[in-house]
């Protein structure tokens, strides 16, 4: 298998923006959904959150990001995100920036607005100094955002028809509630030249530690180490519970296209559904051509296997835990060239997948596809590996993945995963 697709949603609930290469943090993909709109009621209060299965004209929203490409951000040119298959310049900002365009479909939703023609430029990383707090509460996580002001709510209101507010989450964080990691495995054991290996392993790691401590010693007493934190702040950090940014309730979510393939031949329409509806962070795909059930290898793909992956590694490095199921709504149905629901059999998406896609016993009223994921802190190598971080892999660390990646399924379940999150269980 591999992976052929890679997106992600800057601000949540608009189109997404695909990327031929993308760094993967604990909390998703890098710049991942940390923006959202939300409903305003009469008196400016924050209403209800903005997002396509509510309002599907957020599918007739088009961002793009500029800048990617500075330093500051640890990204190379390749990381610069895809437009229409064309990879966006960088403007040379000393900031990136997010870059909104609303599409006019063929049939207006809304009377002509100069905002329809204008683009919306939206700091990447805005100044939270200045802008007024929000408390934003998903799925009963709550967290501490901001509101990115006037000027960014009249050009959002402006496109959607009502008032909006646009929400940055800043140094928020959301706890997640459900679709926990596990915690690190064991390593295996290992027996006559492997635990002799492991053995000297540990005593070099010993001597280096003890190395380390004589070189370092200042640093132990919470001297500062130039970065600004001392390092008992950054082992409590790294120690905090999972939390996530605007995404519904996982860092990635994970989708296979044979899936897809599968589902859009129930479906029945002469045009093959789109990936899009699903609005997938990394889309795995067969890494070969044959579509004989009967030739597939064990680690080519098969429909819907993707329910019992508990563990992926790409290029050979354990990269994803899958910890739970999405469950699916009227959102799969939104035809993106309108920003309204599609008509005909391709309108029909969520009915078809309830015929087969009940599959989670917590969530037994509700359709799969798709798998929720976090990332998988591996075991460090080196001499120094085995003291720092208590022998695992720093889990603030980017780790980087790219379209054509070779995947393969590391671990497997029994079952199915069963639906967690505690508020909204049945």
Known sequence: MKITGLYFYPIKGLRGIPLTSAHLTPQGIKYDRRFMLWSLNEDGSLRTKIQVFSNPECALFEQQVVGLSDESDDDSDDDIPLTNG?????????????????????????????????????????????????????????????????????????????????????????????????????????????????????????????????????????????????????VHENAQPPWITFADMAPFLVVSESSLADLSSRVGDSKPLEMHRFRPNIIIGSSSPSTDNHAISDDDLRPWDEDFWAELSVSGSPTLQLTGNCARCVSVNVDYETGRPTEGRRGAVLRTMAATRRVDKGKKWESIFGRYASLVTVPRRGLLGWWEGGGREDPGKLRKIAVGDEVRVTRRNQERDVWDWPSLKG
């Open 86 to 234: 064309k990879a966006v310049e960088g403007d040379n900002k000393p900031a990136p920036t997010i870059i909104v365009r609303y599409i006019t479909p063929k049939k207006p939703l809304l009377p002509k607005h100069p905002a329809h023609d204008t683009p919306l430029t939206v700091p990447l990383r805005p100044d939270t100094t200045t802008l007024d707090p929000a408390t934003i509460d998903m799925y009963r996580s709550s967290t501490k955002a901001y509101r990115m002001g006037d000027a960014y709510d009249a050009w959002f209101s402006a496109c959607l028809g009502f008032p909006a507010a646009l929400i940055y989450i800043g140094d928020g964080r959301r706890p997640q509630l459900g679709f926990l990691p596990l915690a690190p495995a064991r390593k295996p054991k290992r027996s006559g030249a492997g635990l002799l290996l492991s053995f000297v392993d540990l005593v070099l790691g010993y001597i280096s530690a003890c190395l380390f401590y004589l070189l370092t010693f200042p640093l132990l007493f919470g001297y500062d180490e130039g970065g600004g934190k001392r390092r008992k702040d950054r």
